[in-house]
């Protein structure tokens, strides 16, 4: 019983023994770098808050960019050179991204027993400053023109340019077109465009 006690004292005591410790250690540093090294590196290193995307449906606000894949819808008068008359213009394009836009405008005037209908489908490219977007745009054009003894209709190329601002989800802009074909005419167009993001 005496010699069993022996050696259990002689088993605590090399427990503390500094030899012992160190040998202990040796075996455990490896499993302590894979602990503290990733957390030491983690302290020093954090990783940076997301910042908001230029796409961000809430924190988009550019002064001549459109959100990619949105929508504008746009109301203005028009004025026709050719009829020397104004009238109304509608728009719907679709943002295909920052820069470009697609999509059909609609114009009606009438002057005394005659009336134009105006349909184009335009696409437009956005070009930045530092206060404005200026815009080319070219695409297809159809003219009806009604008066009650006869109707002229025709196809034509529509070739354009302009300059908008954006005002949050407003857009201000003026645009001069010009149509090409059998039924030729010139336009002056200033509206207002409602962004939906």
């Not at 004025?79 to 697609?102: H, Q």
């Not at 956005?126 to 200026?134: A, H, S």
């Not at 209709?153 to 949050?168: I, K």
Request: hydrophobic share 40%; aromatic share 14%.
């Amino acid at each position: 019983m005496t010699i069993h006690l022996i050696k259990k004292t002689r088993k605590l005591q090399n427990l503390f023994h500094p030899s012992f410790a160190l040998s202990q250690l040796k075996l455990l540093y490896p499993l302590l770098l894979l602990i503290v090294l990733p957390a030491a590196l983690w302290a020093q290193n954090p990783e940076e808050p997301e910042k908001p995307k230029k796409s961000d449906k809430n924190e988009y606000k550019h002064h001549c960019f459109f959100d990619h894949q949105s929508v504008s819808i746009g109301l203005g008068a028009e004025y026709t050179s050719v009829f020397n008359v104004t009238g109304i213009n509608a728009k719907v394009y679709y943002n295909l991204g920052e820069k470009f836009s697609l999509g059909p405008e609609f114009s009606y005037f009438q002057k005394e027993d005659e009336e134009i209908f105006d349909y184009n489908l335009v696409v437009l490219h956005i070009f930045e400053t530092p206060w404005v977007g200026l815009f080319p745009l070219i695409g297809g054009n159809y003219t009806q023109e009604k008066t009650p003894d006869k109707n002229k209709t025709a196809f034509g190329l529509v070739v354009g340019a302009g300059v908008h601002r954006n005002f949050n989800r407003f857009t201000i802009a003026i645009e001069y077109s010009r149509v090409f074909g059998e039924l030729p005419d010139e336009f002056i167009t200033f509206g207002v465009m409602f962004n939906i993001r």
